[in-house]
């Protein structure tokens, strides 16, 4: 059970072509990010077993994750977004270093629901009412946490309204995910716009007309635009600066080693008893739904290392 070959193969192979694009425009009043994430996506897809509305309302949050963990500043900086809500996915948690390294998971990933009155995939559907929630932790003493209700739960437009409320920055955040006949991503990748403090009431009436023409992500994605292009397109007559490039990859940090940390908080009297039993303990790491075993002598070893760890601390603590 433990590291399914699959998705190994994925992780070796993974996410050499999604990548986000950092620009500025109209003399620096706006900043602005562009990304293209079919392969986290489709890697997300394949690691959960996703259906196709969970496959859009999970690929969103990553997008939106990937791009959001780009625009901070510092190695260890995290990112954790979760919306909970009241329809039937119930809730997606997703999280993001400033690498943009991104995982994520949602809580029934089976979920099958009917097209909406659009004819498309009914994300807002899936999540129902509820709450966005942004956690920052950038190494301070406490994380930075801002939640909004959501609005629609289209999560492009829950984001932009958290942007607006929670961190005044006037922003216009588009997100898609398009799938395959067969239910694999075809397509997925996103935009962030912002505007900065003093921006001109020209620009904003300017970009506010440009932006109101756009049809959807997956559409620009679709007909082969690269996130350059979809920023050329928004952008391009605001004299566009485009500063970075970076990937964006699907990345869990789990291992056995740390599950190991994990299965020690139990307590002695729980290891005890799972050392004693003649079954393997199983732990799943929720992110990248990786399997990992420990055999009743794996757990008897951990739990012996836990008491000689125990009694270490302690002697010292007597020591002083």
Do not use: W
């Amino acid at each position: 059970m433990e590291n399914n070959p699959m998705e190994n193969n994925l992780k070796e192979n993974s996410l050499a072509d999604d990548y986000i694009v950092k620009a500025v425009a109209a003399d620096d009043q706006i900043r602005a990010y562009a990304a293209t994430t079919r392969n986290l996506v489709e890697y997300a897809r394949a690691a959960h077993n996703t259906s196709p509305v969970a496959t859009a309302a999970l690929g969103r949050l990553l997008t939106a994750g990937a791009m959001m963990g780009s625009m901070m500043k510092g190695d260890g900086d995290v990112l954790t977004l979760k919306i909970e809500g009241s329809g039937p996915i119930g809730g997606i948690v997703v999280t993001a270093n400033s690498h943009a390294d991104v995982k994520g998971y949602v809580y029934n990933p089976e979920v099958l629901l009917h097209a909406n009155a659009q004819g498309k995939l009914d994300v807002s559907g899936s999540i129902g009412a509820g709450m966005l929630q942004v956690i920052r932790d950038i190494g301070m003493k406490e994380p930075y946490v801002g939640q909004i209700a959501l609005v629609s739960g289209e999560i492009a437009e829950d984001l932009t309204y958290y942007y607006a409320t929670s961190e005044q920055t006037p922003s216009s955040v588009g997100l898609g995910v398009l799938m395959n006949r067969n239910n694999t991503v075809k397509q997925a990748g996103g935009f962030i716009i912002q505007l900065l403090p003093d921006t001109k009431d020209e620009v904003i009436d300017r970009l506010e007309e440009k932006l109101s023409h756009v049809t959807s992500v997956t559409d620009m994605l679709d007909r082969g635009m690269t996130p350059e292009d979809i920023l050329a397109e928004l952008l391009g007559d605001f004299g566009l600066t485009v500063l970075e490039k970076m990937p964006a990859r699907f990345h869990c940090d789990c291992s056995k080693e740390r599950v190991e940390k994990a299965i020690v908080s139990l307590g002695e009297k729980d290891l005890t008893e799972l050392a004693q039993g003649d079954k393997p303990v199983e732990v799943n790491c929720h992110f990248c739904n990786t399997n990992y075993e420990f055999s009743p002598e794996e757990v008897k070893a951990i739990l012996e290392r836990s008491r000689r760890k125990s009694t270490a601390e302690g002697g010292d603590e007597n020591h002083g």
